[in-house]
Every structure is written in structure tokens, then in C-alpha cells.
Nanobody, 116 residues
Framework: QVQFVESGGGLVQPGGSLRLSCKASGFPFSVYVMNWYRQAPGNERELVAT????????NYADSVKGRFTISRDNDKNTVYLQMNSLKPEDTAVYYC?????????WGQGTQVTVSS
């Protein structure tokens, strides 16, 4: 079945960096647009970054532009999120999912906490 397994989160100081990974399975990864989302306590889940199937185009939420970079390795069925210059407001659980899979459940996510 379709699965998304996120990893790479942790506790980091403001200004620090983290690299998240999401291993996907159960569908033809290389033909799907992939997305990273995040959900902070008490907030709705929000779209953070998107990458097209071959990685030729990316898009970012205004709040992370210039700090986050989404990339993918289609040979490894994996999408990445490089997060630099992290801020306390980036604290959230981060999830990945393919576009068009609204009926598929979310992965467990990976917790990112930015705090001194």
C-alpha cells in the first residue's frame, strides 16, 4: 500500500539547519508531484514546499522562501527538505505526501523543534 515515512527531525537552535527525508513506497514515485507539509500545535496543516515529478520546478510558502530547499531522488523514492536559518516558528511536525492522494493516510511525520 502507499506509505510515506518521514525522518530527520530533531531539536535545533535558532539559526541552525536540519535535513528531512521522506521515503515513499507503493506507487510510481517518479511520476508524482511531491509535497512537504507541517502542522504546529493548534494550527492547521500547511503546505511548505512542492517539487514536480522530475524536480524541474519547485514552489515554497512565503514563510520559508530563501531558507528551505526541496529536492528528490527518484532512484531512491525519496524527497528531501533542507531547512536552514531555522526559526522558532518553524517548530512543527513535518509530513510529506504526493499530490492527488487525499484519500491516503498521513505518515507519522517527524518533529522539528527550534528552541534555544
Amino acid at each position: 500500500q502507499v506509505q510515506f515515512v518521514e525522518s530527520g527531525g530533531g531539536l535545533v537552535q535558532p539559526g541552525g539547519s536540519l535535513r528531512l527525508s521522506c521515503k515513499a513506497s507503493g506507487f510510481p514515485f517518479s511520476v508524482y508531484v511531491m509535497n512537504w507539509y507541517r502542522q504546529a500545535p493548534g494550527n492547521e496543516r500547511e503546505l511548505v514546499a512542492t517539487i514536480t515529478s522530475r524536480g524541474g520546478s519547485t514552489n515554497y510558502a512565503d514563510s520559508v522562501k530563501g531558507r528551505f530547499t526541496i529536492s528528490r531522488d527518484n532512484d531512491k523514492n525519496t524527497v528531501y527538505l533542507q531547512m536552514n536559518s531555522l526559526k522558532p516558528e518553524d517548530t512543527a511536525v513535518y509530513y510529506c505526501k504526493a499530490t492527488g492522494m487525499d484519500s491516503v493516510g498521513w505518515g507519522q511525520g517527524t518533529q522539528v523543534t527550534v528552541s534555544s
